[in-house]
């Protein structure tokens, strides 16, 4: 008998340094392995446009430009400043005039020597041909006012008149724009042109 106290005394002694042992040790954390990241470095390419295909490409914005100011006759009339801030260009536009049919020198020149040469590149092809496309949609309204002839008074002549304001404003603007995208090496696209000069390179 004094047997089975004993043995309830040294399960209970072991009981009791299990549990100690619970308390003083400290945890044991498992380290896991971080994911294995891919080492493979991506390293972006920087090609800009070459210096040579922008200057070829802003120049070629300003046969359309040289063409379209005709068209604002008008609005030099109308607003006198705005004639001063075109005063410079005159020397250079009176060498152009000076030229015997330089529009059509200056347009075959651009078409067959640059759109349609493949020593340029694409970059340079298509402003060169989106500034020809210009230049012939700018010749339309001169074909339209020599057959309908709006004479110098009345309704037509003052259709006239907004029409040409109108397409001075946006040959203009259609000429700042490419010329800065072409500087800084950025792809112009002319609203009506851009679409008829892409599916001609």
């Keep these: 008998m004094a047997s089975i106290p004993l043995l309830r005394l040294s399960a209970t002694a072991n009981l009791i340094s299990s549990r100690s042992a619970l308390f003083h040790e400290p945890p044991k954390f498992i380290r ?17 446009t ?9 120049v070629s914005y300003t046969l359309p430009f040289f063409n379209s100011l005709q068209y604002g006759r008008f ?3 109308q607003y006198p400043p705005l004639g001063s801030l075109f005063e410079p260009l005159l020397p250079l ?5 000076s030229i015997p049919y330089s529009s059509f020198v200056a347009f075959f020149a651009l078409y067959l020597g640059v759109v349609r040469n493949p ?12 500034a ?3 230049d012939v949609l700018l010749v339309l309204p001169l074909l339209l006012q020599r057959v309908l002839s709006p004479g110098r008074s009345g309704l037509g002549f003052r259709v006239m008149v ?4 109108v397409l001075f404003v946006f040959s203009v603007l259609c000429f700042v724009y490419s010329f800065v995208c072409c500087v800084l090496g950025r792809t ?3 609203p009506f042109v851009a679409d008829a000069a892409g599916r001609q390179i």
């Design 50 to 58: 070459p210096a040579t295909d922008r200057l070829i490409s802003a």
């Design 93 to 97: 536009l009176s060498l152009y005039r």
């Design 75 to 77: 609005l030099f009339l």
């Design 119 to 130: 020593v340029f590149s694409r970059y340079v092809r298509f402003n060169s041909m989106q």
């Design 32 to 48: 896991v392995a971080p994911p294995k990241r891919n080492s493979t470095i991506t390293r972006m390419s920087y090609n800009p």
């Design 188 to 190: 112009p696209y002319l």
């Design 132 to 134: 020809v496309t210009l």
């Design 162 to 165: 907004w029409a040409y304001n």
